[in-house]
């Protein structure tokens, strides 16, 4: 059986070919050019389609669905984006808009809840019936999925875990609060952090490491700690306790079986995973007696858009 | 038809016999003398089974079910409480032993989840399929209800709301962490907030309102706030925001239908649950475009643990 997975996002449109049990027979892009005409944008996602199935010599008969992600706040239910972030689509119905090109089932989705879901069905978390997917980047995107459904919220405008409160009266958040945990544990967040320190003490090893790299990325401070800088320890060591911090208000109420974490600095490994899972350990609720949670990385990482997209109609 | 709800507290153990519309036709209570060995306990709830539907002259096969709330961390699936904070319940299989004196259906369920299901079933909630209780007391309870289905987590040990952070390495929490929102947004946290203010100030207004009530209470700022008081405006208005920022974290989570607030303080009504309204519908997010949520004063109050707990068999 055969499934397509779109994974929408603010550059390139991704799209795979998949079969149902999850493997990617074709993948391929196309650029999103996001300030166009809505239809226009969906019409290169109907020749993307199209373009995929023909790579296997396959009808439009032949697909049992075809799922799309899209980062924004989502409403499944109506197959309506509401609101896309970097992309031109405002209440864009694009569950309606695909039908004119295929009639098998179109599901749609945020993509942080449908990279969850991917690793539900395909990756880290196969098996489990809750997870909470915790993807550190420009912001914090969080899927949350509990006995294998998809906390969605009124109009699909819940699962924005990234912006719990952290620090009351805190940091300003791009979302208008102050205080939001992405405003501190995001990908940005440590970059930032790294910044400040560098311009603390421009001679120092994360400013050499910088220097190398070319540039402050989410890596500086985890090489330069590597490398026994005292500064660089303390930075990783704060950010593993925002980052912890987060992950215990979604513990407590969630207690899911597994937290996965994605994005770049998931890259940092087991190192990273064992800290974060220690905090965890001790600081969430009734943490002697409560079942333990396990904390690991993502494992579909950039296919996680397209074999989640594709999970939503298997 | 008929249920039980019975409704365990430290202090007492309330009883009702209820109707499928949620009439309580006869309410009973005994003491709880929590130390006790759990048997004696659970031999008490079963007679004050047995004095409940001896009121309407019924026989046990007459019940479709018994309902039990109990504070703590209670595991449904397995009928059994696993740590009750007040009372000697450790591991207790209390479904089990009430099934030694009843056959009928025996639901056992943690009693902030509970009171929600009871306010979705009969209270504030009735029609509604998302809500989130919040019960300002001692700590923060909450009941989260998605989809109609209360979110337990692993272990019945979800569902912990009063422990999402609030202020990174804030106030001590009674659970071990700092700076959960129960330190700073429960009725207990109010009172020190008011007993910190008259301290600064012994001749003030609020000093005064609380030597006319006797003590410091959790409606001490609110009275004082009502005669024009500065200070207290201050104290009222700095809780406010406490409770506000807890609620928009729960909100960005799962944009419910409804959120509803429980405990004493709920009693200020209207004029405080507008003010905590206008601070969530700014600053949830996406505020202008996402679907608004209401706040709204929970109805049950003192019946909540027994209509809710009767709610788990209907």
């Known amino acids: 059986m055969y499934y397509l997975g779109i994974d929408v996002g603010g550059m390139s449109i991704k799209g795979g070919l998949i079969d149902e049990k999850g493997n990617i027979l074709f993948k391929e892009s ?4 996001p300030e166009r005409d809505y239809k226009d944008i969906i019409e290169d996602i109907a020749a993307l ?7 296997e010599n396959l009808k439009k008969n032949d697909l049992k669905g075809i799922g799309v992600g ?45 990279a969850a879901f991917g690793e539900l069905k395909f990756g880290a978390g196969k098996g489990a019936r809750d997870l909470i997917l915790i993807t550190l980047g420009t ?19 819940g699962g924005e875990g990234g912006h ?15 205080g939001c945990w992405e405003a501190y544990a995001s990908a940005s967040a440590l970059i930032k952090m790294t910044e400040k320190a560098i311009s603390k003490n421009p001679l120092g090893v994360m400013a050499e490491v910088a220097r190398e790299e070319g540039k402050v990325s989410g890596k ?10 005292k500064e660089a320890q303390k930075v990783v ?23 996965l ?9 087991d190192a990273l995973m064992k800290r974060i899972q220690q905090r965890v350990n001790r600081f969430s609720y009734g943490g002697k007696i409560n079942p333990k949670i396990t904390i690991k990385k993502a494992l579909l990482m950039n296919d996680a858009g397209i074999l989640g997209a594709a999970a939503l109609c298997i």
Chains 1, 2 share one sequence.
């Open 30 to 33: 196309v650029p999103t050019m």
């Open 49 to 55: 389609c199209d373009t995929l199935i023909g790579k």
């Open 70 to 114: 899209i980062p924004g706040t989502i409403d499944p239910e109506k197959g309506v984006i509401v609101y896309a972030n970097n992309i031109n689509f405002k209440k864009v119905p694009i569950k309606k808009e695909l039908s004119k090109y295929f009639t098998c089932p179109i599901k749609i989705g945020n993509d942080a809840n449908v």
């Open 139 to 157: 912001g914090i995107g969080t899927g949350i999925i509990v006995d294998n459904q998809i906390i969605l919220g009124k109009g699909g405008a």
């Open 164 to 178: 719990i409160g952290f620090k009351y009266n805190g940091k300003k958040c791009s979302c208008g609060k102050r």
């Open 220 to 229: 500086t401070a985890f090489i330069a700690e590597k490398k026994g800088d």
């Open 237 to 259: 060591s704060n950010y593993v306790k925002y980052v912890s911090d987060g992950i215990i208000s979604l513990v407590n109420i969630f207690r899911p079986d597994l937290v």
């Open 261 to 269: 974490i994605g994005g770049g600095i998931s890259n940092e490994g």
